[in-house]
């Protein structure tokens, strides 16, 4: 299966098959988005090991000291089980990126997703919020296929084709967003009056993830063959503790006998794509609960919102950033940045859910073209025994401002209320567009 371009060159058929795999998962991963205010309100009642009321009355000793609302208690903990499972994340995958480059991606793609299909049966069977929390850990340990997607597309498509492989990858997410929410939503609303409603969307992410191992197993070819992998595990790992050193990860050490232009990119790209991903994360995870709160939204209008939104990214994604032309990435992220600053103001000072929309219309557009194009730009590095480690630091900076952003964004919505916060974070968002400003002169005078 390939599809010719109007330059008549044809995209590989194994970025058709990432793309399908990648829908599948991202429709078990989503369904939980618009469900997460009521399984923290769930538990609160009917916590049976006790770890909930002990954070809790942590939680309102602080506010105690501080003068913090009591009604934000759960954005707190949004927040912090948001920047768990990316904290996880952030320390796995470059090691999984490394270990693909050895083994294989195939193999490695498998592991991960039986990682993610075992967090998934533990969530169906989480009566007690211990049970909850655990299977957050396994599913932020076992979340590098996301890295390992993109190192398979980079494997496969030449410098002109990584750009439409990579949309595609934007393009899988968007129908996550799309679909999984609303499909977590009727799941709660057909369990309505049953307590344990979260039984339904569980099992079903469960089941997408068999469904993806049975799909890998058959569909999926190795594209990294073995005389262009890592000779050893030695030499793939040999900085393993640059891997999880911010540091290290920020200047891409790991990376050895790059050209120092080149390096310079990468660590120009890394930076901008943390400090995006910090603020904008910050949004992502307190969204729900700020519809929740001030609109009252129920769990299917929360995934009519995510379907909205998700269905405007997937506009841009297949309509926009499957077009944007190789060297011109850069221009495309520092428009994307600049609608997200008035979109995150709009969403704070949001007095009815149409003022909402329109934040949220600016804010769909912008997660549609900037981590799309950044991951094309930084997939341009690097030799191929490489990328899976390029891919991967790449990818846990991303999880490390995920794991950051939410925490930082939590607190603030949670001592100052949604108004500051959002108007905060709009503002910082000055900062990757200096850089990427910055970026897009380095790298139009290495082209001169």
């Known amino acids: 299966m390939t599809t010719s371009t109007a330059q008549g060159e044809r995209v590989p058929r194994t970025v058709y098959i990432i793309f ?42 602080l506010q105690n000291l501080i ?8 954005v707190l903990f949004g927040g912090c089980i948001g920047a768990l499972y ?3 994340q952030f320390l796995t995958a470059p090691l999984i990126g490394s270990l693909s480059d050895v083994y294989g991606r195939k193999w490695m793609l498998t592991l991960t997703t039986c ?16 049970l909850f929390v655990l299977s957050r850990i396994i599913g932020g340990i076992s979340k590098g296929n996301i890295s390992l997607s ?34 977590g939503a009727q799941f709660a609303v057909a369990s309505k009056g049953s307590t344990e409603f979260y039984v339904g969307p569980a099992v079903f992410a469960l089941a997408l993830a068999l469904l993806d191992i049975l799909y890998l197993s058959i569909m ?62 910050g949004l992502e ?46 221009k495309v992220c520092l428009v994307g940045i600049m609608m997200i600053i008035p979109s995150f103001i709009i969403i704070g000072v949001s007095w009815s859910p149409y003022v909402l929309y329109c934040g949220l219309l600016l804010y769909a557009f912008s997660s549609g073209t900037v981590v799309p194009c950044l991951t094309t730009l930084v997939s341009k590095y690097g ?31 949670w001592w100052a209320g949604p108004v500051v916060c959002y108007c905060i974070g709009g503002c910082l968002f000055i900062f990757p567009l200096l850089i990427l400003r910055n970026l897009h002169r380095t790298v139009g005078d290495m082209v001169k």
């Open 20 to 61: 399908i795999y990648l829908v599948i998962d991202l429709l078990g991963f989503t369904v939980i988005l618009p469900l997460l205010p009521s399984i923290l309100d769930y538990y609160s009642h009917h916590d049976k090991d006790g770890l909930y009321p002990w954070l809790e009355g942590c939680i309102k000793h």
């Open 67 to 74: 003068g913090a609302p009591s009604s934000l208690n759960k």
């Open 86 to 88: 990316s904290f996880l």
């Open 115 to 130: 990682g993610v299909a075992f967090s998934y049966a533990l969530w169906a069977v989480s009566n007690s919020f211990a």
């Open 150 to 183: 993109t190192a398979v597309i980079a494997d496969v498509c030449n410098s002109k084709l990584r750009g439409k492989g990579m949309a595609l990858i934007g393009v899988a997410f968007s129908i996550g967003f799309i679909v999984g929410p609303l499909i």
């Open 220 to 281: 999926f070819t190795e594209s990294l063959p073995r005389e262009k992998r890592a000779h050893s595990v030695a030499s793939s790992l040999s900085g393993a503790l640059s891997y999880v050193n911010p540091a290290s990860l920020f200047t891409f050490q790991p990376v050895q006998k790059l050209p120092l232009k080149d390096h310079q990119v990468l660590r120009q790209c890394g930076l901008a794509y943390f400090s995006y991903l910090l603020f904008y994360s």
């Open 285 to 330: 995870y307190s969204l729900s609960f700020l519809t929740h709160s001030r609109f009252h939204y129920t769990r299917m209008q929360q995934g009519k919102m995510y379907f909205a939104v998700g269905l405007v990214m997937a506009a841009v994604q297949g309509g926009y950033v499957h077009r944007v032309p190789p060297g011109k990435e850069i």
């Open 383 to 413: 030799a191929p025994t490489q990328k899976g480690t390029i891919l991967g630091i790449f990818r846990s900076l991303g999880a490390l401002a995920r794991a950051l952003g939410p925490l930082l964004s939590a607190t603030v919505y």
